[in-house]
């Protein structure tokens, strides 16, 4: 199984904690820094996961993950919303939008790549989080 992770996240701090947190479990990393450049990367390679911001400055993760979910190739990939708690109504359109699941911003240090597992694992035994 592909260990590569597509994580779409156009803050510094945020993208390096993920990666620093997924690396560290054997994941292999590729950083999109918004919606348009996330949408080429999906379209040329496939991702175990993708791990997707809500607030970008091009596109919407909304939008962004609507626009995933239409390409062909992705249809079994798990597409993990990040989302602020201070913006509950994310979560609904982000799920609404096709993504798989959310996790809530600040993300859980030690929790965080056991998530992204379970998505993985999930979405690999045909089974979903909605
Ligand atoms: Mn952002």
Redesign the pocket.
Known sequence: MSRRVLIV???DQNLYLVTFLLERHGFDIVAARAGEEALQWAARERFAVIIL?I??PDLDGHTVAARLRAMPGLTGVPIVAVTSYAMPGDRERALAAGCTGYIEKPINPTAFAAQIQDYITLSASGGGMR
């Open positions: 996240e156009d803050n911001d607030q970008l």
